[in-house]
């Protein structure tokens, strides 16, 4: 059974940083492209940023600059560094995998961040 385990989460201030991490066990990992998720409250969930198997980026222009996906294969974990947090960035932040472009299979528990003053 396959399980992603989001943490890093937190409330922080503008212009603050934070970094997620995502965790994957259950399923092979190196040959699945990945991607951090986002969900504000009464909006869709949206692809924040999405790293290929063999390490190619790309991110949403509302992010672009500011977050940074990586990812670490031997210990089968996606991160993503977020700085210069602005309040709009305030959602839940799930990772997954990614096939044929699309999101793939179960999701976390997500994790919560949120962007105050």
């Known amino acids: 059974q396959v399980h992603l385990v989001d943490s890093g989460g937190g409330l922080v201030q503008p212009g603050g940083s934070l970094r997620l991490s995502c965790v994957v066990s259950?399923?092979?990992?190196?040959?699945?492209?990945m991607g951090w998720y986002r969900q504000a409250p009464g909006k869709e969930r949206e692809l924040v940023a999405s790293i290929t198997s063999g390490g190619m980026t790309n991110y949403a222009d509302s992010v672009k600059g500011r977050f940074t996906i990586s990812r670490d294969n031997t210990k089968k974990t996606v991160y993503l560094q977020m700085n210069s947090l602005k309040l709009e960035d305030t959602a839940v932040y799930h990772c997954?995998?990614?096939?044929?472009?699309?999101?793939?299979?179960?999701w976390g528990q997500g994790t919560q961040v949120t962007v105050s003053s």
């Open positions: 997954n995998r990614r096939l044929n472009g699309a999101a793939f299979g179960s």
């Open positions: 259950g399923t092979i990992f190196w040959n699945y492209a």
